[in-house]
């Protein structure tokens, strides 16, 4: 059966009038987020956007967030999220997609009084927002999050990368400012013709994750005695982590007689290939809050092949564990490592680079206590209100432009 939408304008006078009058008035806002990914659904995005909201909590800006997702009761903004109506996503049975309704859109945009709006992925709920936006003059902003592109040539569809990119100029190419979550990222972005690019960091729960959270018993589960050192990852278990190349790097290093155990954190389709692959490691399934905390800092040297990544946060989480990192070359992570002080950057997908550093790593003993010193040190000035409040500075000043240059709707 096909769906129809009814088509919506806003209205002449009433809410559109109170704002614009609203803006001269006092400096405040009211920001609608639009996103596909939320907590209690738990990724990097719903993460991030939670630490978000609580700044806008803290700071008393008021908001609203559209999305499928509604999270339980002891969250505090709980009360901030219209759920949208959704279907799921087949490949992958955790993520919802919106149904895109306009005229409830434009009414609840209206109702609410937003001053702007920040759509977080191109979704057709995202899309979908932009265009009723448009038509209130309320201006639009969008973050990075997701390397949907790359994704193609994990999936046998590499031709298909091109388009990938096209679709995302044409989304965010609706967006007066395009947060992006590391400066790598941020030029590729400009490289391939998105404009109005903008540094949006992101932050770290330092007493959350602490090399003080190291649990004998969870060395234990993995069978590795004092001396020798664990190798952790945490990942979605997703081809577009490049996890082939973590098979290869763990095949090298016992090639070459390196002690170590493995241990990886995180679920997803590959995980019952990789235990096939990898038995003799340890695979800890899901884990989240303080349990995750632990496993961090119950291990010793973390690695992260993947290629696809914006910023990494568990490279972010592994640093203030106090744990030194192998990271790629390509994507996010490698701005967050100093070469040989807090971990290393190998070249993108090329297991023996990996290998020759991580080897470096498990088998110094000091060398991995002054990287790991390093690592906990190089995540002390990522303050999550900090940097959201740089955020809330680059909203201002859109919104404060947009006044100046439509004072009136």
Not at 289 to 311: C, H, I, K, M, Q
Request: some cysteine.
């Amino acid at each position: 059966m096909a769906l129809t939408t009814t088509a919506w304008r806003p209205s002449v006078d009433g809410p559109a009038t109170l704002r614009a009058a609203r803006r001269w008035a006092e400096p405040r806002m009211r920001v609608a987020y639009f996103t596909e990914s939320l907590y209690p659904h738990v990724d990097g995005v719903s993460r991030t956007l939670a630490r978000l909201f609580d700044t806008l909590l803290l700071r008393g800006i008021d908001f609203r967030v559209f999305s499928p997702f509604l999270p339980p009761k002891e969250v505090g903004w709980r009360d901030r999220v219209r759920v949208m109506r959704y279907v799921r996503f087949p490949p992958y049975p955790d993520y919802r997609v919106s149904l895109p309704y306009g005229q409830r859109i434009g009414e609840a945009l209206e109702e609410f009084g937003a001053d702007l709006v920040h759509v977080v992925s191109p979704t057709p709920l995202a899309y979908r927002a932009q265009g009723i936006a448009r038509r209130l003059g309320i201006p639009v902003v969008g973050s990075f999050h997701t390397h949907f592109a790359s994704y193609f040539r994990y999936y046998g569809l590499g031709p298909l990368e091109p388009i990938g990119w096209r679709l995302l100029r044409a989304f965010y190419s609706r967006c007066e400012r395009v947060y992006a979550p590391s400066a790598s990222i941020g030029r590729e972005l400009a490289s391939q013709g998105i404009e109005s690019v903008e540094l949006w960091s992101r932050g770290i729960d330092l007493a959350g994750f602490s090399p003080e959270h190291r649990d004998p018993a969870i060395r234990g589960l993995i069978g590795a005695a004092d001396t020798v050192p664990v190798l952790l990852m945490v990942s979605r278990l997703v081809r577009e982590k490049d996890l082939a190349d973590l098979v290869e790097i763990d095949r090298i290093l016992r090639g070459r007689g390196v002690r170590f155990a493995l241990a990886l954190v995180g679920d997803g389709p590959m995980r019952a290939r990789l235990e096939r692959k990898l038995s003799h490691g340890t695979f800890a399934g899901h884990r989240s809050g303080p349990d995750l905390a632990r496993w961090y800092a119950s291990a010793d040297v973390f690695v992260f092949p993947s290629t696809t990544e914006t910023l990494g946060n568990v490279v972010l989480e592994a640093l203030a564990s106090g744990l030194p990192a192998v990271v790629s070359d390509r994507g996010g992570p490698q701005d967050m490592i100093r070469h040989g002080e807090n971990g290393f950057i190998a070249r993108a997908n090329d297991p023996f680079d990996f290998a020759t550093h991580l080897q470096r790593l498990l088998e110094n003993p000091d060398l991995r206590t002054r990287l790991a010193h390093n690592a906990r040190a190089s995540a002390d000035s990522r303050d999550w209100h900090e940097i959201n409040g740089t955020l809330l500075d680059s909203y201002r000043k859109v919104v404060t432009r947009r006044a100046h240059v439509q004072p009136s709707r």
